[in-house]
């Protein structure tokens, strides 16, 4: 198993461009989520999918938006990018919805917006 | 809504020598509590996690964790450090009984840095 796979690993975009990160995983994992993680505020939830066609919002949805339509896809778009959106991003998988799961955290894709 | 505060930013400390994580929570609800370990340019893994039941935890690479539910605090700890256990140390909280997943509010992390 691959695991929790992410690309690209680093990217670089000017304000008001848009981009797709793409994050993948083959454990066939039910839930499914984003989190950024800026220095000094460790990581936060963007956006979660509860399973395939399910998704709803974490605590810093603003400028981005996500789909899931496979279990093993959630991409995550910034449809105009902002100076603040500059972060590391991580995308993590678990088994199930349950609150108590194990969650399975990709390498992470560090973003520049210039 | 909870809240997780790691109060230190940073712990040196010298390989063989224990060392304690403190984290502390908020929260208006019962909780389940959670350490990860994030090594230099990969991402968070579990280290161990409370649910319920016995207060003392046992994770992996030798750490453990105790759950005390009248300082609200689940304090990491490890009685002997090697070099390989530098890292970032994100203690993090979740509801139980949402039905949503696991939505964790993390702390914002202790860098551990071990010394020869």
């Known amino acids: 198993n691959a695991g929790v796979t992410q690309t690209p690993k680093f990217q670089v975009l000017k304000t008001g461009q848009s981009m797709t990160l793409q994050c993948a995983q083959d454990?066939?994992?039910?839930?499914m989520s984003w989190y950024r993680q800026d220095p000094g505020m460790g990581l936060r939830l963007i956006h979660y999918?509860?399973?395939?066609?399910?998704?709803d919002q974490g605590e810093v949805p603003n400028g981005y938006n996500v789909s899931r339509s496979t279990t093993e896809d959630f991409p995550l778009r910034l449809l105009s990018a902002a100076p603040s959106q500059t972060s590391v991003y991580f995308c993590?998988?678990?088994?199930?919805?349950?609150?108590?799961?194990?969650?399975?955290f990709g390498p992470g894709t560090r973003l520049t917006v210039l | 809504a909870q809240s997780v505060t790691q109060l230190d930013s940073q712990v040196p400390v010298f390989e063989e020598a224990p060392v304690e994580l403190r984290c502390n929570y908020s929260?208006?609800?019962?909780?389940?509590l959670f350490w990860y370990v994030q090594y230099p340019n990969q991402g968070l893994q579990l280290l161990l996690k409370?649910?319920?039941?016995?207060?003392l935890v046992k994770g992996i690479n030798g750490f453990e964790a105790e759950f005390n539910k009248s300082q609200t605090s689940f304090h990491l700890r490890k009685p002997s450090v090697h070099i390989s256990d530098t890292a970032e140390y994100f203690c993090?909280?979740?509801?139980?009984?949402?039905?949503?997943?696991?939505?964790?509010?993390f702390g914002t992390g202790t860098q551990l840095k071990v010394e020869l």
């Open positions: 993590a998988s678990s088994y199930s919805t349950s609150e108590h799961n194990e969650q399975f």
């Open positions: 454990m066939n994992h039910e839930y």
């Open positions: 999918s509860v399973g395939a066609g399910i998704t």
């Open positions: 929260s208006s609800v019962s909780v389940y």
């Open positions: 409370y649910l319920s039941g016995s207060t």
């Open positions: 993090a909280v979740s509801p139980p009984g949402t039905g949503g997943g696991n939505k964790l509010t």
